[in-house]
Structures are given as C-alpha cells and as structure tokens.
C-alpha cells in the first residue's frame, strides 16, 4: 500500500507530510515516559524485521493480485504506539530513499496511512479493548484479526481520500474505493494470522514486553536477549532468502489502479514531481529491492518486450537488499530511540 507521487497533489502530499511531521513530534515527546535503554535495540531490530517482511508479498488467491504485511500494530503491540510509529517511520523513509518503494512527495501519507490508523487508533482502541481481559491464545487471535483488518481498512481508505483531493481524476472515487477495501480485506486476515503467530512467540517467551508496552512503562530490567536474537535471525531469513518467494502479482493499491484506470501506475511530469522523482532516482541505490540494470540492458529488455520472470526469484540483488535495507533501518530506528534516551537523561540530570 505504498502511494507513489503521482496518485497525489503537491497540496496534498505537503499537508500530509505536515501531519506526519506532527505525529512524529508528538510521538517522541511521549515516548520518552518509556524509553529505555534496552527499547532501543528493540526499536532497531523490529524495524529491520518489518521492513524484510514488507518485502515478502503473498498471492490472494483468484484474483490475481497480492499483498504483504504492513506491520503497523506489531510495532505497537511490542514497543507501544509512540515508539511503534516512530519505527514505521524510519521503515518507510529508508524504502522510499534507498529502495524507490513509495514516492518521496508520498512519504507523509505512507507513513500516516500505515502508522497513524493502525498505532493511534487500532491499538489503543481495538487490539487493547479485547485483550483488556486477559491474555490467551484465542484473544490474541481475536484482538490481532479485528484490529489488523481494521486498521488496514483504513488505511486503504485514506489511500482513496488522499488520491480523491488530489484530484486525479483517473481513478474515480466510486469504483476505486470498491476495489481497495475488499483486497485489503483479504490482505489484513493473512496479516492478522502472522501477528497473531509473532504476539503469541513474545507472549511464552517475555509476556512482560508486551505487558509493559500497553502500560506505557519501560522494559527495566528483564532479559530480552532471546526474543531480540529470534527477530535479528527472522529478519535475514525473510529478507535474505524468503524474499526470493515474493509473489510477482501486482500488490491491492497497484491491481485496484489496473482495474479501475487500466494501468497500475500514473504518470506525473509537473516539476514538483519530476524533481522528487530525481532526487530519488539519485538516493535509490538498489532500486525495487535490486541491482541497478545497465541503461543499455533495460533497453534491450523493453525492446524485446520483457518476459515472464522465473519463480521462485533467487537473487543475491533481492539478498542483497534485504541485508542492507534491514540494516540501514535498524541504525536508523535504534538512531532515533537512542537519541531520545539521551535526551531523556540530559533533562533528568538538569531537573535534578
């Protein structure tokens, strides 16, 4: 569910990014009540799994299209909603620079409609709500589905609000939002079983991470060694290996453009747009999550009109970009939540 530029204005993506610039400052002042020295490594190594799982799309059967987890309330229920979206930002800032997956004009809305619904709204008021009674195996299934499917649904609808203001007629209301939310829905079941398969592993394993992330406290002095190890060694088998099982179909934002306008993606050539759209092209060093072909190479591939690729996809590119994009956003993640513990022991030192 990554909006590239040309489905949004200028207007709209400048408003969405002042949005999410918000909520990233609300969310660091907030965070600070349970950031901890040992949340950071968790901050860092959640992101990096997230971000390999982003890059594993699933096929929804009879319908030709696909999707992959967007990880949003995960986040939260392990590392609670201020530091959960604060890593879905850095997520989505290195898959946009790095990778070219999501415009940079569409940052702010990427990062709105996959952190903002899901940490601020499906978790406090959703996943919480159910599992307020206790923890056990049915709940968390329970809480996970309704919350995830929730939570995507509207981020879904957001995707069609943004492109609505934006104007772009190609894609009319009606027949778009007809489209996203059903394949969003079929998306956000497979993702509410993985979140139920990956709170559940947390739950036997340290219970008092996700007990005290819902209570807003810090993860103090209990051993997260284990759970910290299982998500560094899921992390480069999903984005190392599992990566290469990608489905090739088209993801739900992507089959919902073809069905409704017949091209899965939009051209924008204003100068906002062509500008961003350098700027990234300079940043992306492993494009779509791969080596950068030769100019004369993709000319002769287009030439020849392309070709179905071979499934599995086994590439060191795709290996490659897995190792770096998780590494890049573990710095990035852990960066932010320990610059935030510093400056929480800066303030606690002069308040003293």
Not at 85 to 103: E, K, N, R, V
Not at 224 to 243: C, D, E, N, Q, R
Request: glycine residues 12%.
């Amino acid at each position: 569910m990554h909006m590239a530029d040309a489905l949004i204005s200028p207007a709209v993506g400048g408003a969405m990014w002042a949005a999410t610039g918000g909520l990233a400052a609300y969310s660091i002042k907030k965070v600070q009540s349970d950031m901890d020295e040992k949340k950071v490594p968790l901050m860092g190594v959640m992101g990096a799994f997230v971000f390999a799982a982003q890059m594993v799309n699933f096929t929804i059967p009879g319908t030709g299209s696909s999707g992959h987890i967007g990880g949003g309330l995960l986040l939260a229920i392990l590392l609670g909603p201020y530091a959960g979206f604060l890593t879905m930002s850095a997520i989505l800032t290195i898959q946009a620079l790095f990778f070219a997956d999501g415009g940079l004009l569409a940052l702010g809305c990427n990062i709105f409609n996959l952190g903002f619904f899901t940490c601020f709204v499906a978790y406090p008021f959703l996943y919480k709500g159910i599992i307020r009674q206790g923890y056990t195996q049915k709940r968390i299934l329970l809480a996970s589905m309704i919350a995830v499917v929730l939570g995507l649904q509207m981020g879904a609808f957001g995707v069609v609000l943004e492109t609505l203001f934006s104007g772009i007629t190609q894609l009319p209301f009606s027949t778009f939002v007809l489209l996203m939310q059903p394949i969003h829905l079929a998306i956000g079941i497979v993702e509410g079983l993985v979140v139920t398969a990956i709170v559940s592993f947390v739950w036997k394993e340290r219970p008092e991470i996700i007990e005290r992330a819902a209570l807003g406290k810090t993860i103090g002095d209990i051993s997260i060694k284990k759970v910290l190890t299982g998500f560094v060694i899921m992390a480069m088998i999903t984005g190392g290996v599992l990566s290469w099982f990608a489905s090739a179909n088209p993801d739900g934002l992507e089959w919902s453009m073809f069905k409704t306008a017949g091209v899965e993606e939009l051209e924008a050539s204003d100068g906002i747009h062509q500008t961003l759209a350098d700027i990234q092209s300079g940043t992306a060093f492993l494009p779509d999550y791969g080596f950068k072909a030769p100019e004369s190479e993709t000319a002769s591939e287009e030439a020849a009109g392309g070709g179905e690729e071979a499934w599995p996809t086994v590439s060191v590119g795709t290996s490659v970009s897995g190792f770096v994009g998780g590494f890049l956003t573990l710095a990035l993640a852990a960066l932010t939540g320990l610059i935030i513990t510093r400056v929480k022991s800066k303030k606690g030192r002069v308040a003293a």
